[in-house]
């Protein structure tokens, strides 16, 4: 199972804020097994999202989105990823999406304006509740099989989410397992020509931080066993240098 | 002047780090008036990292690139820019640098040993020190006039190869400058619907986080008092709400 992870928001663009969405989708996905080929960043522009979409569709299983499912004008991930999936024809006001909504503006005692337009979906959308915020997730499954998971930009939202109700539908064949280790070498250079880089399974890869030297040995297998025998195999070719 | 932000590093898709090199690049281009127009993150992989470099190529001015110029066999990053570029056929050792590492190691005692290729550039490049650590930067530019900025990736050494080696050759026409304010509004829909969200310069925009709603209000000038007068105007028609 191939993925991208997409960012989408200005703020990242100028800045503003750190996008801790994708490190946190990426380290998950890793564990369920699913491979992240590529991370993108864009801001709420839609040619330049739908450029990505188009791209995107097709080539990988599953394309996670972050941000952009607000009521404002300028959010534009539903409308846009709708369009690409070919799916404009069969949007419906979701019952119980709404029905969540004006729960959540009764409280404070408001009428629920613009918010409408986040309980519209496609009729054929898997729609993920978000008890966190007033902005629903969903599954969009485009004519090229490929699944675009749609989640809120706010990281509290993001990850409840994701946790709470996208990992059930999500298929994998294998699992990844990593284990990292800080070593005595300081510097990479050192690393690489003390200890043996090759090898596919597991793989061993040194990389370099400003706290020092990394290496990560990662194990593909089917299984938690297997993963882990294979582990202890690399870490076994590690202390023999 | 038109900008791709470029993460080379598996460790960042598997979530083992956070890309912090990514905003730091954002927000100082934001301040020198050059537009980032997407982020990017690859893995250290030949192939994907040589398509996207290929599809940057005349499509923006800039590149800026972190990470994998190490020296060991996983860090692609300037074999690839170099072949995109079309420069392979002017590669040198370049003295200056290669005495900075025969210096770094006599310190170490070590031999310098794989490190050598790090010393190796196109006659073309315009070389950026790294009194940091091994691996110094460059700036390759293509035939299609686009500029490779290749920065190493521990942020340490990253920050400070941009700001003492990169900005002086960075070229911009204009300069952006914004402001962002907490709001009183807890909401992006509450805000939505008391702001006036129109208008180009500035440019006002909500964005959700986990604290709370910002509106951040930016503005494109020639220079500092232009866009402050500019801003100016964009906080008076907030306070008109």
């Known amino acids: ?41 864009v801001g709420d522009n839609k040619k330049r999202l739908k450029n990505v979409l188009e791209e995107a569709d097709g080539k990988y299983d599953y394309v996670f989105m972050t941000g952009g499912l607000g009521p404002t004008e300028d959010d534009i991930t539903k409308e846009v ?22 729960d959540y503006f009764n409280k404070k005692n408001k009428a629920i304006s613009i918010n409408k337009k986040q309980a519209i979906f496609p009729k054929s959308a898997t729609i993920l509740k978000n008890p966190k915020g007033t902005a629903p997730g969903c599954i969009l499954k485009s004519k090229n099989n490929t699944k675009f998971i749609l989640l809120p930009g706010p990281p509290h939202e993001m990850t409840h989410m994701f946790d709470n109700e996208v990992k059930k539908y999500l298929e994998s064949s294998y699992i990844i397992k990593s284990v990292t280790a800080k070593t ?22 040194p990389y370099a931080t400003d706290n020092g030297c990394i290496l990560r ?24 240098h």
Chains 1, 2 share one sequence.
Request: charged share 30%; with cysteine.
């Open 81 to 102: 990823a709708v369009e690409v999936c070919g799916l404009d024809n069969e949007l419906e006001l979701d019952k119980s999406s709404l029905e969540m909504l004006e």
């Open 217 to 240: 040995i990662t194990a593909k297998a089917k299984d938690e066993k297997e993963a882990d025998e294979i582990l202890k195999k690399g870490i076994k070719r590690l202390k023999n």
């Open 184 to 205: 005595a070498f300081l510097r990479e250079w050192d690393m690489a020509s003390r200890v043996d880089l090759t090898g596919d399974n597991p793989t061993i890869s």
């Open 1 to 41: 199972m191939q993925a991208l992870i997409l960012s989408i928001g200005t703020e990242i663009l100028l800045g503003n804020i750190t996008d801790t969405n994708s490190q946190y989708l990426a380290n998950h996905l890793k564990d369920l097994g699913i491979d992240v080929y590529k991370m993108i960043t």
